[in-house]
């Protein structure tokens, strides 16, 4: 594919029955969470509208009891720190490798954000890099399944376990998912093995709802409660439900002047992005998933036979969803070859080529005020930023063919010849 003929498709992508699920809607005039029509579904649930139609398959999908449908990624990852009562005084460790949803989201509750750094094959905190953080003031973790990849969670929660019975208080796991969804760890689902998963449907993400969107998947019904309230103004739970028949709405509950059972927001999803939701999700596994990982396989092979280049791979009992192929720069980049001239040659040629996530998110300013309040002085994180600095990635998203992962390791092989001594 030469330079001319390297048209690569657009990522994201909306097939005409994504664009009749969302006409449909703005046809019908019923685009809010709550003007959509009920729907009175097989198993007896009563759902309103695209968004309960969307947050029952989702959770379906998952295997999870309950789903909330939300405006953005970022708001899933506060709406969980919020129905889990974290706060003040509080803790939460997460990884210094991600978008900076994944810390501020703790800021924004009061409690302060600790970083730990990463495992350089995988990218991910690990058990050991959270260890040493943790304290009797770490009330949850934020493990970031980055790209797509998996942490290794078992060691994650049995040292979160560990220290639970330790300093006699829950710790909280909070998976963000947001390049994640559909990736499984040991044959489990991500977002289903801690106490909440965070997704986003933003922009470019593995499945996106017309640019913004987020999902909360939740088990306990108390935290759900909460989160559903908070995200619509505080409505009183049991009565917006009752017409529903939810089986969590309460008639002996219901029976209250109220209508605002608490202080909240306006966290909704709009009805349009739901039907986009609900088309992608149900193509999610047959198309985009298996589309990614043929795309990101053959990447592997063929990036790892170029000089100075190295794509790890994830063990067997991870099932990556590949929101990008991730690659390591290993040789030794000539002087006047800085890795962003290097980005640079591969854009000009064609290829979509980016250094990947954000990395030392920890040494943003952000941070300085709750720092300085709390006496904390964060250590640097060695992996973060060896990783943060050499790391370079590709697309796999299914619109892409082979030919484009051919085309991605022919210009890449041309460059890396270039760059490196």
Not at 5 to 15: A, I, Q, R
Not at 136 to 142: D, L
Not at 277 to 284: E, H, S
């Amino acid at each position: 594919m030469s330079k001319d003929e390297n048209d690569w498709p657009n990522w994201p992508y909306f097939d005409p029955e994504m664009l009749e699920a969302a006409s449909a809607v703005l046809k019908s005039g019923k685009v809010n969470y709550w003007s959509g029509d009920i729907h009175h579904l097989e198993d007896g649930t009563d759902v309103r509208g695209e968004n309960g139609l969307f947050e029952y398959e989702f959770a379906n999908y998952h295997s999870s009891k309950y789903a909330i449908a939300l405006a953005n990624g970022s708001l899933a990852l506060e709406l969980a720190l919020l129905a889990y009562g974290i706060g003040p005084g509080d803790e939460v460790i997460t990884t210094s490798r991600t978008f900076i949803a994944s810390a501020s989201c703790v800021a924004i509750q009061g409690a302060l954000p600790r970083f730990a750094d990463i495992d350089r094959e995988s990218q991910n905190l690990s058990a050991e890099t959270i260890f040493p953080l943790m304290n009797k003031k770490t009330r949850a973790i934020i493990p970031v399944h980055l790209s797509g990849r998996a942490c290794e969670m078992d060691e994650i929660l049995s040292l979160v376990r560990e220290k639970e019975k330790e300093y006699g208080h829950r710790i909280y796991i909070i998976e963000d998912c947001a390049q994640a969804l559909g990736g499984e760890y040991k044959s489990r689902k991500l977002g289903t093995m801690g106490d909440a998963g965070c997704f986003s449907f933003c922009q470019d993400k593995i499945i996106t709802t017309g640019g913004e969107g987020g999902m909360l998947i939740l088990n306990d019904e108390t935290a759900y409660r909460k989160a559903w309230s908070y995200k619509d103004h505080g409505k009183n739970f049991d009565r917006y439900n009752l017409e529903l028949k939810h089986p969590l709405a309460a008639p002996e509950r219901e029976n209250t002047a109220s209508s605002y059972s608490s202080v909240g927001s306006n966290w909704r999803m709009t009805e349009m992005q739901a039907a986009l939701g609900r088309v992608a999700l149900k193509k999610l596994d047959n198309w985009n998933l298996k589309n990614r990982r043929i795309n990101a396989l053959y990447l592997e092979e063929a990036l790892n036979k170029i000089n100075g280049i190295k794509v790890y791979s994830p063990p067997k009992h991870i099932s990556h969803a590949y929101y990008k192929q991730n690659a390591t720069i290993t040789g030794t980049l000539k002087a006047d070859w800085p890795r962003e001239r290097l980005i640079n040659e591969c854009n000009a040629k064609g290829l979509p080529c980016t250094y990947g996530s954000l990395w030392g998110i920890s040494t943003e300013d952000a941070w300085k005020k709750i720092r300085l309040e709390n006496g904390i002085e964060e250590a640097i994180l060695a992996n973060d930023i060896k990783i943060g600095q050499s790391n370079i990635m590709f697309q796999v998203h299914p619109t892409l063919t082979v030919e484009h992962m051919q085309a991605t390791a022919r210009i890449l092989e041309d460059v890396m010849s270039q760059a490196i001594d």
